[in-house]
């Protein structure tokens, strides 16, 4: 028989881990609650997370754990963060997530404006 489950944390790490574990950077869950529980993610938090290499797990993981109160900005290195986990998980139009790239940061710190080459959709 089959079974229809609504996926977790938990259950997407299982399966990412067994499938190739380099892909999540050898994550393992305990490591993942260890990260959550030293950051004192809860909810109606704000938290500013730096993730790349992890398939958006940590982003996911925090997500699910403020549930619907708190503030979360990923700040992301590559052209597109990585959002696998919260597509996953069904979390990718998540009002309570910010994505922006880590060049824009730069960019705001030199006091450009980052509109210039990056109109709003």
Do not use: F, W
């Not at 399966?15 to 993942?32: H, Q």
């Not at 940590?58 to 992301?76: P, Q, T």
Request: proline share 4%; net charge positive.
């Amino acid at each position: 028989y089959v079974m229809i489950r609504k996926p977790t944390i938990r259950l997407l790490m299982d399966i990412l881990y067994k499938m190739d574990p380099m892909k999540i950077m050898n994550l393992r869950i305990d490591s993942l609650s260890q990260i959550l529980n030293m950051a004192n993610v809860r909810s109606g938090g704000r938290y500013l997370v730096y993730e790349t290499g992890a398939q958006g797990l940590v982003v996911a993981a925090m997500l699910e754990r403020i549930g619907d109160c708190g503030n979360i900005v990923h700040v992301y290195q590559t052209g597109q963060p990585q959002t696998n986990a919260l597509n996953s998980m069904g979390l990718q139009k998540s009002d309570l997530l910010k994505t922006i790239n880590i060049q824009h940061l730069r960019s705001l710190e030199q006091g450009r404006n980052i509109l210039e080459n990056h109109p709003p959709a």
